[in-house]
């Protein structure tokens, strides 16, 4: 059979002896590079790394500021001053440091410890017990 040409890669300029690995090598290449562009410190990744700190802050003093709320107003409610501001206090700043575990595990807002086992689970339709 004849040897079709690539139209966007001119004549010549592609080595016949190029293979799959050849391919594999230069895109790995080119994924390193644009990997240590990313974090290189560049504005974008200042950017970005300012943002995602302001937002843990953010979740962990909304959190206990919530729950201390909570508290204080269950408390003027129930006449328990200052009980329930503790105990909430700590329910908010426990949820603060949730929300920040969740977020620096790129768990985002999914529920339960294994939902990567369960997206694969779904996906392979196999589910349950080993038995099955």
């Known amino acids: 059979m004849s040897e ?5 890669v ?3 300029s592609v080595r016949k002896e190029e293979t ?4 594999d090598t230069r ?17 974008g990744s200042q950017d970005e790394a300012k943002g995602t700190a302001i937002r843990i802050g953010t979740e962990l003093v909304v959190a206990t500021a919530v729950g201390g709320v909570i508290g204080y107003l269950l408390d003027s409610w129930l006449g328990t001053k200052p009980w329930l ?18 977020l620096t595990s790129n768990q985002g807002y ?8 369960r997206i694969e689970t779904d996906e392979t339709g ?3 017990s080993e038995e099955e």
């Open 4 to 8: 079709e040409k690539n139209p966007q």
């Open 110 to 117: 999914a529920v339960g410890f294994d939902r990567d086992k």
């Open 27 to 43: 895109l790995r290449r080119a994924r390193s590079k644009e990997d240590a562009a990313r974090w290189d410190g560049s504005a």
């Open 85 to 102: 501001l503790i105990v909430f206090l700590f329910l908010g700043n426990a949820s603060g440091l949730w929300n920040v575990f969740r």
């Open 10 to 12: 001119f004549e010549g």
């Open 20 to 23: 799959k690995g050849d391919f």
């Open 126 to 128: 196999h589910g349950g």
